[in-house]
Nanobody
Framework: QVQLVESGGGLVQTGGSLRLSCAASERTFSRASVGWFRQVPGKERQFVAGITWTGGTSDTEYVDSVKGRFTISRDNAKNTLYLQMNSLKPEDTALYYC????????????????WGQGTQVTVSA
């Protein structure tokens, strides 16, 4: 059972930055795909960004609304995933989750096997 723990959320003004972290409990993290999702009440969980380790490099994907503002990265030595969020907007306000799956990045939340508890990001106007 892989355990994921997110941190780094908070309240920030429009245009500000936050860095989310996701610590994984197992070394298998380095051979999986991990992603960040977000959810607001009453809506489905939305894919934000994902990263797959492909041996010597990492492949990444982003939802269009965060391209150029968010950067996903991973530190395999620390079993930790990061999401650097810059130029934040009120519409980025959500509960952010990290998730892990074996195999390549997928954008559907149903494709992921393990989830963290979430960290709240609130962007004030």
């Amino acid at each position: 059972q892989v355990q994921l723990v997110e941190s780094g959320g908070g309240l920030v003004q429009t245009g500000g930055s936050l860095r989310l972290s996701c610590a994984a409990s197992e070394r298998t993290f380095s051979r999986a795909s991990v992603g960040w999702f977000r959810q607001v009440p009453g809506k489905e969980r939305q894919f934000v960004a994902g990263i797959t380790w492909t041996g010597g490099t990492s492949d990444t994907e982003y939802v269009d609304s965060v391209k150029g503002r968010f950067t996903i990265s991973r530190d395999n030595a620390k079993n930790t995933l990061y999401l650097q969020m810059n130029s934040l907007k009120p519409e980025d306000t959500a509960l952010y989750y990290c998730a892990i799956r074996r195999g390549y990045i997928r954008r559907s939340s149903f494709e992921y096997d393990y989830w963290g508890q979430g960290t709240q990001v609130t962007v004030s106007a």
